[in-house]
């Protein structure tokens, strides 16, 4: 079946670093894909999200890339800072969700 | 105020004892989502509704009961079927099933 594997589990960075994490998947059916952030005891919430017919797409500090040929989607974010700090999921469609990355951001 | 609301947000319940949990949305959303979160596991589906009078089950459906008799309205049963049922439990809802997912605040089931 359809399966998303998200890497690293956990990421620590200084503050102002870079950090990436990436979602490997396995179907080729679905064209959304998205990433929510959850801070600690809150609800997740979406940060951002790409269409399978673009490459990138930028907000500000965070980036989305796909590449639909070796079927994987990165979160780059840029310019780290502590309120970044937060578990992050990527998801398939909103049936399948990776396991999650813990990223902690030191000042 | 537009949302979706999970009540209550901390419960618990004694071991055999059914619970249901409340999940509202105001946002006129289609589908409705529900989800298990445990520590390193990420979001779990457990039961999904595309439309009223309709729903099916998720990768952990075992020991869960739903119903979608309002399209604003999707309640979660855990019955005392469910083997290991202490977690926190998200409900969600989109426009459509590629869309952006809102979700409620979370309860969280302790069973004692």
């Known amino acids: 079946g359809e399966n998303v594997e998200q890497h690293p589990s956990t990421l620590s960075v200084q503050e102002g670093d870079s950090a990436v994490i990436k979602c490997t998947y396995s179907?080729?059916?679905?064209?959304?894909f998205p990433w929510y952030k959850q801070e600690l005891g809150k609800r997740p919430q979406l940060i951002i999200d790409?269409?399978?017919?673009?490459g990138e797409k930028k907000d500000q500090r965070i980036a989305v890339t796909l590449n639909k040929t070796a079927k994987h989607f990165s979160l780059h974010i840029t310019e780290t800072q502590p309120e970044d700090s937060a578990v992050y999921f990527c998801?398939?469609?909103?049936?399948?969700f990776g396991k999650g990355t813990t990223l902690s951001v030191s000042s | 105020d537009g949302g979706i609301t999970q009540s209550p947000k901390y419960l618990f319940r004694k071991e055999g004892q059914n619970v249901t949990l409340s999940c509202e949305q105001n946002?006129?959303?289609?589908?409705m989502y529900w989800y298990r979160q445990d520590p390193g596991q990420g979001l779990r589906l457990i039961y999904y509704s595309q439309i009223v009078n309709d729903f099916q089950k998720g990768d952990i459906a075992e020991g869960y009961s739903v119903s979608r008799e309002k399209k604003e309205s999707f309640p979660l049963t855990v019955t005392s079927a469910q083997k290991n049922p202490t977690a926190f439990y998200l409900c969600?809802?989109?426009?459509?099933?590629?869309?952006?997912?809102?979700f409620g605040e979370g309860s969280r089931l302790t069973v004692l």
């Open positions: 946002l006129n959303h289609d589908a």
């Open positions: 179907d080729s059916a679905s064209n959304y």
């Open positions: 969600a809802s989109s426009q459509g099933s590629s869309g952006e997912l809102f």
């Open positions: 790409i269409r399978s017919n673009v």
């Open positions: 998801s398939r469609t909103a049936l399948i």
